[in-house]
């Protein structure tokens, strides 16, 4: 499975018809493709008027006839004419294999933390490490994680996603891992396998 991702930024004092905007174009791919499609708001971990779409992709192939989909959409084709007068002209796309999960495999959960870093070294030992912490922050947070990483664009950057139905539930797991002593321990190894000045994490809401 893939995830496909792309981060637009609202221009300054738009960000009212950006989040209207994003809604639209969210349907308007759903439609074009047939497939389901997410949209989200930044909460915390990047620019204020930062919001994302998503979408889920069984293969390369299936990736393929969707872009091939939206190009020749026109419903699709006038929002991406309109887009200039809402965002920003950097539009950031992300394809992610996922590699990897611990707990129950749905739905993308209301709210997120979305944690990433690039490999340094060795990516065999890296992803072992990956998978494992993995494997450590659900059993103590009870919150599902996928592990994904860069299938386009940063291909060593590994990416963790925490789902959760609530604020109280997300900082409930939080405070779980920072508060154990052996994921504590597991983290701290962190720098042997990834650039430190690459780690991000982010708090992301799902746009209804």
């Given amino acids: 499975m893939y995830i496909v991702a792309a981060r637009v930024e609202a221009l300054r004092g ?32 990047d620019n204020l008027g930062t919001y994302m779409l998503s979408s889920r992709v069984d293969d390369m192939s299936q990736h393929m006839a969707n872009m091939v989909a ?10 991406a004419k309109q887009s200039g007068d809402v965002f920003t002209q950097t539009v950031q796309t992300r394809l992610n294999r ?9 739905e ?7 944690s990433s870093a690039s490999i340094r070294g060795s990516v065999v030992a890296a992803l072992e490490w990956s998978h494992q912490i993995t494997e450590m922050m659900h059993e103590v947070s009870g919150a599902p994680i996928t592990l994904a990483i860069g299938a386009a664009g940063d291909f060593h950057e590994v990416d963790w996603i925490m789902g959760y139905e609530s ?11 920072m508060g154990n002593a052996e994921v504590a321990a597991a983290l701290d190894r962190a720098h042997e396998f990834f650039d430190q000045s690459t780690a991000r994490r982010a708090t992301i809401v799902r746009m209804p």
């Fill in 167 to 177: 604020p109280q539930a997300m900082e409930a797991g939080r405070d779980a891992i």
């Fill in 14 to 45: 738009r960000t009212s018809k950006a989040a209207e905007f994003v809604v639209d174009v969210r349907d308007a791919w759903a439609k074009a493709t047939g497939g389901t499609v997410y949209s989200w708001a930044f909460a915390a971990g």
């Fill in 108 to 114: 993308p959960h209301p709210f997120l933390v979305t």
């Fill in 70 to 79: 939206l190009g020749e959409n026109a419903e699709y084709q006038e929002l």
């Fill in 98 to 106: 996922v590699i990897g999960h611990a707990g129950e495999a749905g």
